[in-house]
């Protein structure tokens, strides 16, 4: 991967159906963090052109749609995202190894977007993966779905922190790492079960950090990046 400052280690996850509140908010934060994450919820209220707009301010998206769907459709939708100039896309590893080949092949040559493969979202613990019939440790699963991920040529993984050490010493340093589930000291855990500190994840391997409410429901929000970003600093 690219030599990043810690600033530019930071996705801010926008999870708002407010375009204007969005583009606020990326405004105020041009500049202090690498790029913005637009999930489900914005893209289902303003689509295409609202991720133009974002992007129109000169920083890397990371669309977070998660695709998982037949190999067919997915490679569809693949190729209607290229055109929105994203650097990173989300498909499921869950999909299985022909939906995630699928993926890579309608992304052809083409660098950005990168595809990252999600494994267990951060929300899931140990008893929810029983309650869906899956068999646990999670991190056992989470490494099982980052290998298959990366033998159909997957670019890399979004994974909990508490994976990140194992997946970089069994996947190696060329899979790029994107990490939600980051909470600094300072800031609520909300709805995240499996969480670490910023300056954690980075010691632990994660190449990106994909950070919202600490950042994006602060009083100041460029400050509280910067923060994060020093919090980085002194632990690299």
């Known amino acids: 991967m690219e030599s990043l400052t810690p600033a ?14 969005a583009v606020e908010l990326a405004e105020a934060l041009k500049g202090a963090v690498g790029g913005f994450k637009l999930g489900k919820e914005f893209f289902t209220a303003n689509g295409p052109d609202g991720v133009a707009r974002i992007s129109e301010l000169g920083q890397r998206i990371f669309l977070d749609l998660k695709y998982h769907d037949i190999p067919n459709t997915v490679a569809g939708a693949i190729n209607a995202a290229k055109s929105l100039n994203c650097y990173m896309l989300t498909i499921h590893a869950s999909g299985g190894s022909a939906m995630v080949r699928a993926a890579v092949e309608a992304k052809g040559q083409e660098e950005p977007p990168r595809i990252l493969a999600v494994t ?11 309650q869906m019939g899956q068999k646990p440790p999670v991190a056992d699963q989470v490494l099982r779905l980052g290998k298959l991920a990366r033998d159909s040529g997957a670019d890399g993984l979004v994974a909990s922190p508490q ?19 980051i909470r600094p000291a300072w800031a609520s855990t909300d709805d995240q079960k499996r969480i670490m500190t910023p300056a954690d994840a980075v010691k632990a391997g994660a190449d ?29």
């Open 8 to 21: 530019e280690r930071i996705f801010c996850a926008i999870d708002t159906t407010d375009l204007g509140q």
């Open 120 to 130: 267990i979202l951060t929300s899931l613990a140990a008893d929810d993966l029983v």
């Open 163 to 181: 994976e990140v050490a194992a997946l970089r010493k069994e996947l190696g340093p060329d899979c790029l790492l994107v990490v939600p589930g």
């Open 208 to 236: 990106f950090l994909v950070i919202g409410r600490p950042i994006t429901q602060s009083d100041d929000p460029r400050n509280a990046a910067d923060r994060i970003a020093g919090e980085i600093t002194a632990a690299l």
